[in-house]
């Protein structure tokens, strides 16, 4: 049975989600938004578990500020769709207004081109990737059948959506990836958003005031 250890950072209360397996010691880690990865890092420790894999959502700066402090602590992998990489190499280019803080580039990286099932070797079994743009172009989901869960970055939200008003950004694709892609998922799957609380698939098909039942 794996457990989701959820963080959530500033300055922008983006969430950070450690998804470890005690049976095999390891863990992988959803999005890594600024001062994560000291507290990530501790809880891994602290659980006994290794940081095997860093899987992004998308590459606003948001969601990877630490991720490059993360792998070199780490040595994980990292993995994020080839049409969001631009932003994770060049970071401090794309952030759309200044930050105080530097954004390190990440140059190892795993690019996922299509939908895919994506093995990770922590032992919790296999994720499958779903490509969700819209708020970025290579936005994703990452589905984990066997617990019902699915982490949605910035694609879906508990009664929202993502921004689609930033470089990258497109309404109407991000309403077709919720309808025809995450909306495909039964309503009992859990979802693990970028920012706000938890939600399901369920409740949002039917209540969702952009996607829902009843707005098309």
Same mark, same amino acid.
């Given at each position: ?10 300055? *922008? ?14 863990? #992988?880690? $959803? ?5 994560? !990865? !000291?507290? *990530?890092? !501790? ?5 006994? *578990?290794?940081?095997? +894999?860093?899987?992004?959502? &998308?590459? &606003?700066? +948001? @969601?990877?500020?630490?991720? %490059?402090?993360?792998?070199? !602590? ?5 993995? $994020? @769709?080839?049409?969001?990489? #631009? ?6 280019? @794309? ?5 105080? /803080? ?6 190892? *990286? ?20 779903? @490509?969700?743009?819209? &708020? ?5 989901? /990452?589905?984990?059948? %066997?617990?019902?869960?699915?982490? %949605? ?10 921004? $689609? =008003?930033?470089?990258?950004? =497109? ?11 995450? /909306?495909?998922?039964?309503?009992? #799957?859990?979802? /693990?958003?970028? &920012? ?21």
């Amino acid at each position: 049975m794996t457990s989701v250890f959820a963080l959530e950072c500033p300055p *922008v209360a983006t969430w950070c989600y450690m998804v470890s397996s005690p049976s095999t010691g390891t863990a #992988y880690v $959803v999005d890594a938004p600024f001062q994560s !990865a !000291a507290t *990530v890092m !501790a809880e891994a420790q602290r659980l006994g *578990v290794r940081i095997t +894999d860093i899987l992004l959502t &998308h590459t &606003h700066w +948001d @969601h990877t500020a630490d991720c %490059a402090e993360l792998q070199r !602590a780490t040595g994980a992998r990292v993995v $994020v @769709h080839q049409a969001d990489l #631009y932003r994770l190499t060049d970071p401090m280019k @794309h952030t759309i207004w200044p930050l105080p /803080f530097t954004i390190d580039p990440v140059d190892e *990286v795993e690019c996922i081109t299509n939908a895919t099932t994506l093995v990770t070797p922590s032992g919790a079994g296999s994720l499958r990737v779903l @490509h969700t743009p819209g &708020h970025t172009e290579g936005g994703v989901c /990452f589905v984990d059948d %066997a617990t019902r869960r699915v982490f %949605a970055g910035d694609t879906l939200f508990a009664g929202s959506i993502g921004r $689609v =008003d930033l470089p990258g950004g =497109d309404e109407e694709t991000l309403l077709q990836s919720i309808r025809n892609v995450l /909306f495909l998922l039964d309503d009992d #799957y859990q979802v /693990f958003p970028g &920012h706000g609380p938890t939600t399901t698939i369920g409740h949002e098909r039917r209540t969702n005031p952009f996607v829902g039942e009843g707005t098309r």
